[in-house]
């Protein structure tokens, strides 16, 4: 157990994306049982599963700490606490409201079962753990980052409108193919809602607590912005295969492969480049991909070829302007 602790400290990343892919990857079954045969009892698994990427982050930097623990007790069980009451409000009016399940006992009992490993990895922000503790900080920090916040809030949506008539100018789709469920407060409301759900479940909490709160700071140390993005951008993509198999994907045609691969790249340099401005915000970073997802939802007719060269576009402008291929402080 010693050598497999020392180990794990000595090759950081190496180990996050051993355990990530083992946590995601060995729990992918349950994606499958859930979404296909109605499983629902495997849904705490599939959570569990998609906070892959934030569990590994906080092992490494566990095993990793060299300082003794904290006494306080109190401020992690709180933060458990309510956020297990918000994650559960938040699942539950997403459940009724979008996806129009219908309210029982039984589904608020599930919920509060099913956000318990969310509700953790938020809680670990307030770790007796001192590295963790730091590591996790900018989850929930909110000083200093409301530019970028509110930045990465608008940046994908105004990208996806933007494409609607770039998409009409160019003859390949009307924008009367592009309709909103309601209009009004109603429509505002459904967005909120949705985005929460994103943020929570599992866009900041799951994914990007690993991918850019963990693993692009430390490959930031050894080599230059941009090829820490290509790192992650190679494993990112794998990591999503259950999920994919579960939903119907093409999973086993490499075309399929090389048309994702394709399209993700804008988007993974657009989340690191909005980490970095903001000095390491998680929070950003969640903001950002949560962002984009939510406008997918309520664009699900979008040209997404259009949509990814304008992001291309703007991330080749971002790489251009902050010189992502020169190592920081280099």
């Known amino acids: 157990m010693m050598q497999l602790t020392e180990w794990i400290r000595r090759h950081q990343i190496a180990a996050f994306f051993i355990i990530t892919f083992a946590i995601t990857w060995g729990l992918g079954f349950s994606y499958d049982a859930v979404v296909n045969q109605g499983n629902l009892v495997l849904v705490p698994l599939a959570f569990l599963a998609t906070c892959g990427p934030a569990l590994a982050g906080i092992i490494v930097t566990a095993v990793s700490n060299t300082q003794p623990r904290q006494e306080a007790r109190k401020a992690f069980w709180l933060a458990f606490f309510v956020a297990w009451v918000v994650l559960t409000l938040v699942f539950l009016v997403d459940n009724i409201f979008i996806n129009r399940a219908p309210f029982s006992p039984g589904m608020v009992f599930f919920i509060l079962v099913s956000v318990v490993e969310v509700a953790f990895v938020i809680s670990m922000a307030y770790s007796r753990i001192p590295a963790v503790k730091r590591y996790l900080s900018s989850l929930i920090r909110l000083r200093g980052v409301s530019g970028w916040g509110l930045?990465?809030?608008?940046?994908?949506?105004?990208?996806?409108?933007?494409?609607i008539p770039v998409s009409n100018l160019l003859g390949r789709q009307t924008i009367a193919a592009h309709q909103f469920p309601a209009?009004?407060?109603?429509?505002?409301?459904?967005?909120?809602?949705?985005f929460l759900y994103q943020l929570f479940f599992f866009n900041a909490t799951g994914k990007e607590i690993g991918w850019r709160g963990f693993a692009l700071?430390?490959?930031?140390?050894?080599?230059?912005?941009?090829?820490?993005c290509l790192v992650i951008y190679l494993f990112w993509p794998l990591w999503h295969l259950f999920p994919w198999i579960a939903e119907g994907r093409?999973?086993?045609?490499?075309?399929?492969?090389?048309?994702?691969?394709?399209?993700?790249?804008?988007?993974?340099?657009?989340?690191?480049?909005?980490?970095?401005?903001?000095?390491g915000s998680i929070l950003v970073a969640g903001i950002t991909h949560a962002a984009a997802n939510t406008a997918f939802a309520f664009f699900p007719n979008l040209d997404w070829p259009v949509f990814v060269w304008i992001s291309a576009v703007v991330a080749l402008v971002m790489i251009l302007v902050d010189r992502m291929w020169e190592k920081a402080g280099g």
């Open 151 to 163: 930045l990465a809030l608008l940046l994908n949506p105004a990208l996806a409108l933007l494409s």
């Open 183 to 194: 209009t009004g407060l109603v429509l505002i409301g459904l967005v909120v809602v949705k």
């Open 217 to 228: 700071p430390r490959l930031q140390s050894v080599t230059n912005p941009l090829l820490a």
């Open 250 to 279: 093409s999973v086993f045609s490499p075309a399929y492969w090389v048309q994702t691969y394709l399209e993700l790249f804008p988007g993974t340099v657009i989340i690191s480049w909005l980490y970095n401005r903001s000095k």
